[in-house]
């Protein structure tokens, strides 16, 4: 089974404390995401990441930034955290191969438990 | 805005009706796929649809797909107590050639026993 961990369940932080949200994926899947989940919003894609060293700004990037030197891994930097920061932060990851079909339309995308961050 | 509306917000029937949850979009899609999510937890994928396809079955999943009107309804058959949960309708569109998923708001599930 494909598993998508993320270093924290729950994260208290103070307004301007950088922040790292780390996720690690066991499946040599090429694709990872980062959303954020509010109440009322779904979720919103923050950045997203193809390949090792590739990103792509998602919808709502402001605020944040992400790095991915390892392909089983991609965290989620909050340079300097804001109350309007806190929210469900959910990681994901994909696959572009269906077999051995190199597929151009998505697999679905298996997701971590998710980690619930609290700027005070 | 969002690509992806369910209808309703929240629905609460009891064990054995059939749940019935709608998705509205508003661009050409690839695929359609719809997700659940426990409460406090992860997203898990339940069934994917692509724009060629008009119903799909999975178990006691049903899903069917209506481009013309850029629409598509989940209905879950038989409820369960444990099939309480939000749902949630993703789109895939094409963003600057690289896809990606789009999600809706949700809709919450509760199945009385």
């Known amino acids: 089974d494909v598993k998508v961990t993320q270093s924290s369940r729950y994260l208290v932080k103070r307004t301007g404390e950088k922040v790292f949200l780390e996720c690690v994926q066991d499946?040599?899947?090429?694709?990872m995401f980062w959303y954020r989940q509010d109440p009322g919003l779904g979720l919103r894609l923050i950045y997203f990441?193809?390949?090792?060293?590739?990103?792509e700004k998602g919808d709502i990037p402001e605020g944040y930034s992400v790095s991915r030197e390892k392909k089983e891994r991609f965290s989620l930097i909050l340079e300097s955290a804001s109350t309007n920061q806190t929210s469900m932060y959910l990681c994901?990851?994909?696959?572009?191969?269906?077999?051995?079909?190199?597929?151009?339309?998505?697999?679905?995308?298996?997701f971590g438990p998710g980690t619930r961050l609290t700027v005070l | 805005s969002q690509q992806g509306e369910e209808d309703p917000q929240a629905l609460s029937i009891q064990e054995g009706e059939n749940a019935t949850m709608n998705c509205s979009y508003k661009?050409?899609?690839?695929?359609l796929q719809w997700y659940r999510q426990n409460s406090g937890r992860g997203l898990v994928h339940l069934i994917l649809i692509r724009s060629n396809e008009r119903e799909k079955h999975s178990g006691r999943l049903r899903v069917t797909l209506d481009t013309s009107k850029k629409s598509s309804s989940l209905l879950i058959t038989a409820s369960r107590a444990a099939d309480t949960a939000s749902y949630f309708c993703?789109?895939?569109?094409?963003?600057?050639?690289?896809?990606?998923?789009?999600f809706g708001t949700g809709t919450r599930l509760l199945v009385s026993p």
């Open positions: 990441s193809y390949d090792v060293k590739m990103k």
């Open positions: 499946m040599d899947h090429e694709n």
């Open positions: 661009t050409s899609i690839n695929n």
């Open positions: 994901a990851s994909s696959t572009v191969w269906s077999g051995q079909l190199l597929i151009s339309s998505y697999n679905e995308q298996f």
């Open positions: 993703a789109t895939e569109i094409m963003n600057t050639g690289f896809q990606k998923l789009v």
